[in-house]
T-cell receptor, first 112, second 112 residues
């Protein structure tokens, strides 16, 4: 079965607010956790990754947090914009292989 | 923007027909992948290749086949299409590093 998954299938956010998207995983052997964004009619696009020996990683307007104790991963988007409306997927990479295992997505809708 | 292309973007075809979905990338990546994705759902890896003349089946069983004769080209073939093959097929490639894959826009296949 799937090793990664998301808590909520949909998230509605007011423009300008911060978004938090959650993901639970079950495989402790994962080396990396990754977030992808898929806009309507397009393929997924890499956002950010975090290695399993880290707790936090920041990018441009995004922060990924990893809590290994409860096997939980989150993506925080600061000052959410209309262009952030998309489906977000978490994924994991095991044993430093090149294959990725994707969880179910969360659809983020930004309200004007 | 990643330089990875898929054709056709949309295909409606009758049961029993043979089809080939094309995927090409101009980044010189040695690793390429095919995923199957139902609308709004997670991606399932069906085939991957780590180089020319190297192909492997992914985690989701598929009746499709692939070939990798050239680095830039990774076509997927269905010998006899069936309605159960109706789905979106996404091609991806990656270079160095285990987390960043570049996706094409996908082919939405409908088998009637």
């Amino acid at each position: 079965g799937e090793s990664v998954g998301l808590h909520l299938p949909t998230l509605s956010v007011q423009e300008g607010d911060n978004s938090i998207i959650n993901c639970a995983y079950s495989n402790s052997a994962s080396d990396y956790f990754i977030w992808y964004k898929q806009e309507s009619g397009k393929g997924p696009q890499f956002i950010i990754d975090i290695r399993s020996n880290m707790d936090k990683r920041q990018g441009q307007r995004v922060t990924v947090l990893l809590n290994k104790t409860v096997k939980h991963l989150s993506l925080q988007i600061a000052a959410t914009q209309p262009g952030d409306s998309a489906v977000y997927f978490c994924a994991e990479n095991i044993h430093n292989d090149y294959k990725l295992s994707f969880g179910a997505g969360t659809t983020v809708t930004v309200r004007a | 923007e990643a330089d990875i292309y898929q054709t056709p973007r949309y295909l409606v075809i009758g049961t029993g027909k043979k089809i080939t979905l094309e995927c090409s990338q101009t980044m010189g990546h040695d690793k390429m992948y095919w995923y199957q994705q139902d609308p709004g759902m997670e991606l399932h890896l069906i085939h991957y290749s780590y180089g020319v003349n190297s192909t492997e089946k992914g985690d989701l069983s598929s009746e499709s086949t692939v070939s990798r004769i050239r680095t830039e080209h990774f076509p997927l073939t269905l010998e006899s299409a069936r309605p159960s093959h109706t789905s979106q097929y996404l091609c991806a490639s990656s270079g160095l590093g285990p987390t960043k894959q570049y996706f094409g826009p996908g082919t939405r296949l409908t088998v009637t």
